[in-house]
C-alpha cells in the first residue's frame, strides 16, 4: 500500500449556491443539499430531491455533475457526520457539498470505500464552525494498492458486505412498516380516529411528568461520571420502540438533584425533537426535555400509546411554539385528545408488536454484526493485510 492525495484519483470540487426556491420545477435535474445526503443513502430517489430545468440552471450557470461523482459535507454541521454519496444520475450541487470526479472510473468504488474508513472530516479544526478546504482534501492521503485490480478485489469485497447491511436496514424498516399497516388496520387513522372510538385527553391513560435537572449548568461534571443511567432527547429520538442503552450516567450528586423513572415508562420528548417516544427497559434518570409517561394498565397500553404518537408527531412538532428551539409543554400533552379502543383490542396489537420486535431483534444483532465485519474487513484491506489473490476480478 502507498498513500496518495485525492488529487490523484479524482478531479475535487464544490458545488454552488443554491437558486431561489421560485426558480425549482417539477421536472429537470435534482438539486442535492448536505441535507440531501442522508435521505439519498437510506434510499430516497434522486428524482424526489427538488428538481431545476436545464434551461434555469444554465441561466445560473449551474455546473451539471455526472453520475458516479462522490458526494459529502465540506462544511456545516453535516461535514461531521461522514456521509458520502454516489451520483447515480446527473445532478446540480450545493456549495456546501464537495465532488469527487473519479479520474478512473475503475476507482470510484474503492474511493468511496476508503474515505468511509479514513473520512476528510479528520481535517476539521474547530468543531464549533465545521469547515475543510478544498486544497486540504486534495491534499488528503489514502492508502491505494499499488495493483489497481486490487482496488478492484477490495472495492468488490467491502460492496458485498455493505450489500447485505442495506439489505439488512431494509428488512428492519419493513417491519416498523409493517406494524404500522397493522396499527391502521386494527384502530384506523388515530389522527382522523376514523373507527369512531371514544376519545379521551392523553391524561386519562396514565400520568405524565417532566424529567427533573434542577442544577444549572446540567453537564456540570460532578454531576456524572456514576452509576445512575442518565437518559438524553438524541436516545429517545432514536431508540425505535425500546430504549436499551445508554452513554451517561449521574453521579450521586447528579442523582440527588434528578429523578429515576421505572423501567416500562414512555419517553416523549419536548424539546428539539418534537414528540418522539421510547420506552425503558432499565430505571433512568432524564432532564426535563424529555417527559415520563406512566400508564395505567386499565386505561390502556403503553405499546399503543408509543405507536399513537407517531401520527400525532409531526401535529405536535407543526404546532410546537419556538423560541430558541421548538418545544411544548406538559399541558399539550395532557390535554391531546386522542382515541381510546377497547383494552382489549389494544393488548392484542401489544402481542403482535413483541412479536415483531422479537424479530427485529435478530435482525438487529445480525447488522450489528455485519458492520463489525465490514470494520474489520476495510481495516485489514487498507493495511495491506488481506490476501486478495483468491477474490475473483470483476470489471464492469
Not at 42 to 59: F, H, M, N, W, Y
Not at 215 to 230: D, T, W
Amino acid at each position: 500500500m502507498k498513500k496518495v492525495p485525492l488529487k490523484e484519483l479524482a478531479t475535487i470540487t464544490a458545488g454552488q449556491s443554491a437558486p431561489k426556491p421560485e426558480m425549482f420545477s417539477n421536472e429537470g435535474l435534482p438539486f442535492v443539499r448536505a441535507g440531501s445526503l442522508e435521505e439519498l443513502i437510506a434510499g430516497k430517489k434522486e428524482s424526489d430531491l427538488e428538481l431545476i430545468s436545464i434551461d434555469v440552471a444554465e441561466s445560473l450557470r449551474l455546473r451539471l455533475y455526472p453520475a458516479g461523482s462522490i458526494l459529502f459535507a465540506k462544511s456545516g454541521m453535516s461535514a461531521t457526520k461522514n456521509r458520502f454519496y454516489q451520483l447515480k444520475t446527473p445532478a446540480y450541487v450545493v456549495s456546501h457539498l464537495a465532488i469527487l470526479i473519479p479520474k478512473d472510473c475503475l476507482f470510484v468504488d474503492y474511493i468511496r470505500h476508503v474515505l468511509i474508513k479514513y473520512p476528510p472530516s479528520s481535517l476539521i479544526k474547530d468543531l464549533a464552525y465545521p469547515a475543510i478546504c478544498l486544497g486540504d482534501i486534495q491534499d488528503f492521503k489514502v492508502p491505494v494498492p499499488e495493483d489497481s485490480d486490487d482496488q478492484i478485489r477490495i472495492a468488490t469485497l467491502l460492496s458485498k458486505v455493505e450489500n447485505l447491511i442495506s439489505r439488512r436496514r431494509e428488512q428492519l424498516r419493513q417491519l416498523d412498516e409493517l406494524l404500522k399497516s397493522v396499527f391502521l388496520e386494527m384502530f384506523g387513522d388515530p389522527v382522523r380516529n376514523e373507527k369512531g372510538w371514544e376519545t379521551e385527553p392523553l391524561a386519562k391513560f396514565g400520568s405524565l411528568d417532566r424529567g427533573v435537572s434542577k442544577h444549572r449548568p446540567r453537564n456540570a461534571p460532578e454531576l456524572l461520571g456514576g452509576k445512575y443511567p442518565l437518559i438524553q432527547t438524541g436516545e429517545v429520538s432514536n431508540a425505535g420502540t425500546y430504549i436499551t442503552s445508554y452513554t451517561q450516567t449521574y453521579s450521586d450528586a447528579g442523582f440527588k438533584q434528578s429523578k429515576m423513572w421505572k423501567q416500562g415508562t414512555l419517553c416523549i420528548t419536548i424539546a428539539a425533537n418534537i414528540a418522539k417516544t421510547g420506552i425503558l427497559t432499565f430505571d433512568a434518570c432524564f432532564p426535563d426535555s424529555v417527559v415520563g409517561f406512566t400508564v395505567n394498565p386499565n386505561e390502556a397500553n403503553i405499546l399503543f400509546v408509543h405507536h399513537l404518537f407517531a401520527f400525532f408527531q409531526k401535529i405536535l412538532e407543526t404546532n410546537a411554539p419556538q423560541a430558541a428551539q421548538k418545544n411544548i409543554n406538559l399541558e399539550i400533552l395532557r390535554t391531546l385528545i386522542v382515541p381510546k379502543p377497547l383494552l382489549d383490542i389494544q393488548n392484542q396489537f401489544s402481542i403482535i408488536v413483541a412479536k415483531v420486535e422479537s424479530i427485529k431483534d435478530h435482525y438487529i444483532q445480525s447488522l450489528t454484526n455485519l458492520e463489525s465485519l465490514y470494520g474489520a474487513l476495510s481495516q485489514k484491506a487498507f493495511n495491506g493485510e488481506l490476501d486478495l489473490s483468491r477474490l475473483l476480478l470483476v470489471k464492469e
